[in-house]
C-alpha cells in the first residue's frame, strides 16, 4: 500500500507539474491518504482545469480562495467534520468516492461521485470523503468566509475520527 501510494502522490505531483500549478504542500502523512495545496494566486487556473472552467470571482465568499488536490485511500475515510471559516467545492478527479453530509451531527445517506462529479458544502455543513475500493482523487477549493480570519487546517471541527484525532 506504500509503494501505491508513493506512486500516486508522485503521478498527481508529476500533473500539477506539466499543469504549471506551484505546489505550496505536499502531505502525505493524513492516515487517510494526504493532499497538495495549490498557490492560491492559481485558483482561477485551478478551476479552469479541474472545474471546467468555473469562474473563481463567483465562489467567493470573503475573497480569498485556496485551491487543493485531495487524494484518499481505498476503504479509507477522512474525518465526520465541519468548519467554522470555510464552505468547500469538491470535483472527482479520479477514482469513485463517496461523500455523506448532513446539516447536523447526524451522518446522512452515503452518495456514490463519479469522476467529473461536484458537489458544494456550505460552512458548517458536517461531511465526509470516503475511499471506496480505489484510490480517490478530488479537486477542491476552500472558500473562505471570514476576510479577517481565513481558515487554515486548525479550523477542523471533528465530529467523529476513524483515526482518534
Do not use: C
Not at 506551484?22 to 498557490?39: A, H, Y
Not at 485511500?73 to 472527482?92: G, I, T
Not at 477542491?140 to 482518534?164: A, C, M, Y
Request: aromatic share 8%; no cysteine; net charge negative.
Amino acid at each position: 500500500m506504500a509503494d501505491q501510494k508513493k506512486e500516486i502522490f508522485d503521478g498527481v505531483a508529476q500533473r500539477l507539474k506539466i499543469e504549471g500549478f506551484n505546489v505550496v504542500n505536499r502531505d502525505e502523512t493524513r492516515p487517510w491518504g494526504g493532499f497538495f495545496v495549490i498557490d492560491e494566486d492559481q485558483a482561477q487556473q485551478f478551476a479552469n482545469i479541474y472545474f471546467e472552467g468555473l469562474n473563481v470571482e463567483d465562489l467567493r465568499i470573503s475573497g480569498k480562495l485556496s485551491p487543493k488536490i485531495l487524494i484518499v485511500a481505498p476503504n479509507a475515510r477522512l474525518s465526520w467534520q465541519y468548519h467554522h471559516r470555510r464552505a468547500e467545492v469538491w470535483r472527482v478527479v479520479n477514482g469513485t468516492v463517496g461523500v455523506i453530509t448532513s446539516e447536523t451531527d447526524e451522518e446522512g445517506a452515503l452518495q456514490k461521485l463519479a469522476p467529473g462529479a461536484s458537489i458544494k458544502l456550505k460552512q458548517g455543513e458536517r461531511h465526509r470523503l470516503i475511499g471506496l475500493d480505489d484510490w480517490g482523487i478530488v479537486s477542491e477549493i476552500w472558500q473562505h468566509t471570514d476576510l479577517d480570519k481565513p481558515s487554515d487546517e486548525s479550523d477542523i471541527v471533528r465530529v467523529q475520527d476513524d483515526f482518534g484525532r
